[in-house]
């Protein structure tokens, strides 16, 4: 079982890291929101505390909102009303969320890896700026991550209980209901079903129990929108993503357009076009024109993929830079720039090592398969819109590889320098 000592003292750095930025913008609480989307979160739920409905609108009739799932503006919503609440509070549940995601990535990293590469993991990922960022900002990559990956623990449990999958379910429902990127994450979560344990029917069982439970906590919210908006969808945000940045991505590539531009013009004219629609048509119309797109230019669409992923996988200090209120070309930002930048050129080299060294050991094999399928999943659901911010719920799978890679690294060291020792002592003797 991992350290429990180490646990807090992992939570305890993460939180300090985190508490920093947070303290250097609450006084400014307009630098915790990262536009646009922190202000719809934010409208929901100021509705949702009001009492006007799950509505984004800033005045009635409150139309129910269908392009945000339930979890994160509820949170919200719970921060606001309490004594004292608001931004700064609900900013801080935040940095509570995001020190506890690091404290589970060194939970889950000790189960799958061992204490030492769980400890490197844990460090690296409460360092992580970009982490420490989407904490304090009022986003929903905190919360999602951890909810991810306590899911992940629950479902880790061995013997495995009867309840076990139905509350792993439960958490991988809940993260999808805080960001729909999630969408797939029961699915995705068959090497953990695998992991430890042995009987396909017993795998096959657990694998039932998580996709179910998954399924019925999103049917609730599909069910909701089906009622209030006649669209039985999880999420608008898939059609409007799918149209306005991924097709648009991909017209603005043919054209040698600046993607803001066909985006801007894509709007205006869907605006002229849907006044008469229902919102189930609508998001019907965007995602067959989309696909339309799309299907007729796949080898476009796979290179902004690509460069998408290159986006995303690189450092970024933007959000950081704002909470802090740094100045283009300061000092202080050159330094968080490069300290940025270093952890990736370490952690990236890292967790390639240790993905070919637990892959070479029949003992880590099957545990290897964890971390690769969330990253697999992550990358290939990001699509050519992402960016820095997509790689948050990536890194606690990253940085168990790369605790890993740098665990065996300092092993390979410690053996080339205690084999030196003995030669050197061999040759003393003769």
Known sequence: MPDRRLLGVVFA???ACRVVPWLAAAEDPARLLSPPDSAEYVAIANNVAAGHGFSADPEPPYRPDLRRTPAYPSLLAGAFLMPNGGLRLASFLGVLAGAAAVAATFWMAARLFGRSAALVAG??????LTSISYSVVIMTEALFTLLLVAGIIVLMKRPAESGVGIRAGGLLGCATLCRPAGVLLAPVSLPVCAWQQ???????RDYLRVNAAFLLVLLIWIVRNFIVAGAP?????WSVNLYFHRAAAVEARLGGLAVEDVRDRWERQFQSLSGSLSEADKLEWMTAHAREVIA??????????VDGFIYMMESDTSELRRLFGLHDGSAALRAIDVFASAQL???????????????RDPDRRRAVWIPVAFIGYFVLISGPEAYARFRVPVMPFLVMLGGLGIEQG???IRERVDSGNRLALERGDM
């Open 13 to 15: 750095i993460a939180l």
């Open 123 to 128: 460090l690296f990922l409460a360092l992580d």
């Open 198 to 204: 042995s009987g396909a029917k017993r795998i096959a």
């Open 233 to 237: 969808t999880l999420s608008s945000i």
């Open 296 to 305: 007729a230019h796949p080898w476009t669409y796979a290179l902004i993929t």
């Open 345 to 359: 050129w370490i952690l990236y080299p890292a967790a390639a090592i240790g993905l070919l060294v637990a892959w």
């Open 410 to 412: 300092v092993v390979w």
